[in-house]
C-alpha cells in the first residue's frame, strides 16, 4: 500500500519532471536564439558583413492617387535599408514636394509625398522619385483622373458597379435553377461537371492575377509566400468551415452550395478590388461590349452555385442567400479598391479567391462521387466539364477583343 | 509602356471605367473642371512649407510654378559654392625660366569625394582638387605650364588637357606616362598655346565614366595682350547619372541643378560680364546656353579676339567651348538655361539679377 503510494508519487514527480524537461528541451533552442541575437546587437556581426557594399534601396510606390491640383503618392520601404527621399521629378522635372512623416523612410516603413502639380485629365504622368543615393523610383498614371474619395457619390458609383458585376450576373444565373430542378440526374452531373470546369477556370486566372500582383509587392511583403499562404488558408478555412456546418445545413448539398458561393464570393471580392483599383490606378477605358462581356462570362457563377442543389430543391431563402454570398463580395471589394488600394491587400485577397476555389472543386467532385452510382468519369461528364472550361475561354477571347 | 492584352482584370477595368462615366455624368464633369483650374495660368501659386527635416523651401521661382528641387544644399560640408565657383581662377605659382620665360606651376590631386548635386541628393563623384568642375586652371599663352598630378583616388587617371602640347604629355593610357595609378603622381609639361578657352579632363578608359564621374576642369589660356577688364564667370555645363543608366537625372551649369535660381549671379548693369563656357555634359551629345532679355557676342574656343557671332542662343556640341561676352543695359533678374527643355527641367536654369551696383 505505501509503496504503492510511494511509486505513485514517484510516477507524478517523474512525470511532473518530464514535463518540465519537454518545455525545456522545446524551449532551449529559442533561448539561445533570443540570446544570440542579443550578443548580435550587441557587439555586430564581427566584421563579417561589414564590408563597404553600397546601400540596397529598394521603395515601392503603392499608389499615387490623383487630387485637383497635386499627387498623392504613397511609398512602402520593403528594402533591407532605410531610404531617403531627396528629389521628385514629375514627367522629367524637378517638382516641388512635401513628404510626411520624414523623408528618411525606415524598413517596412511608409510615406506619403505630396507633389503640387497641373495634372491634365487623360494625360499620362511619369513621378520619379529620387533617393540620396541617386536611385530612382519610377511610377506611370497611365491616364490621369481624380482619384476617389470616399464621398457618397462614389460609394454610390462603386455601389452600383458591385451589383452591375457582381449581383446582376450572379442571380441571372441562380435562374436557371427551375431549368435544373426538371433536368435528369445525369444531367444535373453534366452541369455539376461544368460548373468544375468554369471553376477551374477562374481559380487559374485568380491564382495568375494574384501572382502578377505579388510582383508589385514591397519585397519584405514576400508576395510569392503571401500568394501562398492566402490559397492554404482559404481552402483549410473553407474545409473547417464545412466541417463545423456539417450537423447544422440541413442537407450536404446545401452545404456544397454554400460553399461553391463563399468561393465564388471569394472570387468576386478580388474582382471588385481590381474594378475599385482600376479607378484609383488610374487605368480606365471605355467600350459597351465590354459590359456585355462581362455579362455572359459571370452569369455561368450563378449556375455553378445552384446545380448542388438542383436534384433536391432549395428554400427561395437559401436561393438568395447564396446569390448574396457569392455576389455582394464585389460590393465590399470595389470599395476596398477604390478608395485604399494596396498591393499586399490586392495579392492575398486574389489568392484567397483561389485557394476557396479550388477548395470547391473539390468539394463539388465530392459530391458527384457521393451521388452517382457508378463511375464519375463519364462521357457526358467529362463534355460538361471541358464546355466549362471552353464558355470561360471564349467569353474571355470575346472580352479580351 | 508596352500595350499588353487586356487581362480578365483590365476588361474589368474597363468596364468600371464605362460604368462610372455613364452613371455619373455630372461626377466626371466637375473632376474636370477642378482639374482644368490648377492648369490655368497666371494663378498664383503658393509656396508649400519643406518636408520635415528641410529647410521650408524657397518660393517657388516666378513662372515656373513648382518646377525646382527642394531645400538647399550644404555648401560648407561639401567644401564647394557653386557661387564662389563662378568667379574662382587657380593661377598656380610663377617663377622666371633661366630664358626669361614665365614658368607657371599648379598641383593638382584626384580624389574620391562625395559631393551634393542637388538638395540631399549625393553622388559618388571621382574629382580634380575636391571639386567637380576640377579648379579652373588659368595661365598666359607662351608661358610655361608644370602641372602637378597627384593621383589619390582609387582607379587609374590622367590628365589629358585641350591645348598644343607633345605626346608623351597628352595624358591618354599607352602614350608617355599613360596611366597614373593610384599613389602615384606624374608632371605634365607644356607650353600654354594657344590663347583661348580650353578644358582638361581624364583620358582613362572607359573615357564615359571617368568623365561624367567628375573629372573635369576648365583651362583659360589667356591672350598676350590680354582681355578687356570685365566681371568674369566660368559656366562648365554638366550632368549626372545618378542611377547608372546611361541618362542623366541632373543637369547642371558647375554640377548643382537650380543653384542659381536660388542664389541668382549678381552683376551690374551695363559692365562687361564675361562668360567662360564648356561643355562637359556627358551622354548627351550637345548642350546650349540662351540669356532672357540680352544678347551676346560669341567667341567661339576663344582663340580669336574678334566675336564671331551676336545672339543670344548657342549650342555647343561635347567638349566644345565658347566665351561669351554680354553687357545687360536694364536692372533686373533675367533667366538663363539650355534651351533643351528637358535639361532646363532636370535643373539647368539660373538667373542673372542684374543692379546699378552689382551686389
Known sequence: MVSERTSVVAAGRAAASSRTRLWLYGLLPLLLLALFVVFFLRFGPLGVFRAAFPPVEELTITRVALRPGHFDVYVTNGGPSPVTIAQVLVDDAYWNFTIHPAPTIPRLGRATITIPYPWVEGETHGITLLSSSGITFVHTVEVAAESPQPTAQFLLTFTLLGVYVGIIPVFLGVLWFPFLRRLARRWVHFFLSLT?????????????????????VPAAFQGTALVA??????????????????????????????????????????????????????????????????????????????????????????????????????????????????????TLFLALGAGAIFQVVYEVLKLMIADAAQEVATLINVLGFALGLLIMYLTGLFVAV | ???????????????????????????????????????????????????????????????????????????????????????????????????????????????????????????????????????????????????????????????????????????????????????????????????????????????????????????????????????????????????????????????VAFHYMRHPIKVRRHELVRIYLVNMTEFDPINSIHIHGNFFHVYRTGTRLQTSEFTDTIMLCQAERAILEVRFPYNGRYMFHAHQTEFTELGWMGFFEVTDDGI
Open chain 1, 196 to 216: 468544375a470546369g468554369l471553376l477551374v477556370f477562374l481559380g487559374v486566372d485568380a491564382l495568375a492575377e494574384a501572382l502578377e500582383s505579388a510582383g508589385h
Open chain 1, 229 to 346: 499562404v492566402g490559397f492554404l488558408a482559404s481552402s483549410l478555412a473553407l474545409i473547417a468551415a464545412g466541417r463545423l456546418a456539417r450537423g447544422r445545413v440541413s442537407s450536404s448539398r446545401l452545404l456544397v452550395a454554400y460553399l461553391i458561393a463563399i468561393g465564388i464570393g471569394l472570387h468576386n471580392l478580388g474582382e471588385g478590388l481590381a474594378i475599385g483599383a482600376a479607378y484609383n490606378l488610374g487605368k480606365l477605358a471605355l467600350g459597351t461590349f465590354l459590359v456585355i462581356g462581362f455579362m455572359l462570362h459571370n452569369t455561368t457563377e450563378g449556375l455553378g452555385i445552384v446545380a448542388p442543389v438542383a436534384r433536391e430543391g432549395a428554400a427561395l431563402r437559401d436561393l438568395v442567400g447564396l446569390g448574396l454570398v457569392a455576389g455582394a463580395p464585389t460590393i465590399a471589394g470595389a470599395w476596398l479598391g477604390g478608395f485604399t488600394y494596396s498591393p499586399v491587400l490586392a
Open chain 2, 1 to 255: 509602356m508596352q500595350p499588353r492584352p487586356v487581362s480578365r482584370r483590365g476588361f474589368l477595368a474597363a468596364a468600371a471605367g464605362l460604368l462610372g462615366g455613364a452613371g455619373l455624368l455630372p461626377l466626371v464633369t466637375k473632376v474636370s473642371s477642378a482639374a482644368g483650374a490648377t492648369a490655368t495660368p497666371g494663378q498664383p501659386h503658393t509656396a508649400p512649407a519643406g518636408p520635415p527635416g528641410y529647410p521650408p523651401a524657397a518660393p517657388p521661382p516666378l513662372g515656373h510654378g513648382g518646377n525646382t528641387t527642394v531645400g538647399e544644399i550644404d555648401v560648407k560640408r561639401m567644401g564647394y559654392d557653386p557661387v564662389a565657383f563662378l568667379t574662382s581662377f587657380e593661377r598656380g605659382r610663377t617663377s622666371r625660366l633661366a630664358n626669361g620665360r614665365v614658368l607657371r606651376e599648379f598641383q593638382v590631386v584626384a580624389f574620391d569625394k562625395e559631393i551634393e548635386i542637388a538638395p540631399g541628393l549625393f553622388f559618388p563623384a571621382w574629382t580634380f582638387n575636391g571639386t567637380v568642375p576640377g579648379s579652373t586652371l588659368r595661365c598666359q599663352a607662351g608661358e610655361r605650364v608644370r602641372v602637378k598630378f597627384i593621383n589619390a583616388g582609387s582607379h587609374p587617371h590622367t590628365m589629358h588637357f585641350h591645348g598644343v602640347h607633345t605626346a608623351e604629355m597628352d595624358g591618354v593610357p599607352g602614350v608617355g606616362p599613360g596611366e597614373i595609378l593610384p599613389g602615384k603622381s606624374f608632371v605634365y609639361e607644356f607650353d600654354a598655346e594657344p590663347f583661348g578657352l580650353h578644358q582638361y579632363h581624364c583620358h582613362t578608359l572607359p573615357l564615359k565614366r571617368h568623365i561624367h564621374k567628375g573629372l573635369y576642369g576648365a583651362f583659360i589660356i589667356d591672350p598676350p595682350q590680354g582681355r578687356p577688364r570685365a566681371r568674369e564667370l566660368v559656366m562648365v555645363m554638366n550632368a549626372f547619372d545618378t542611377n547608372f543608366d546611361g541618362e542623366n537625372e541632373v543637369y547642371a551649369v558647375n554640377s
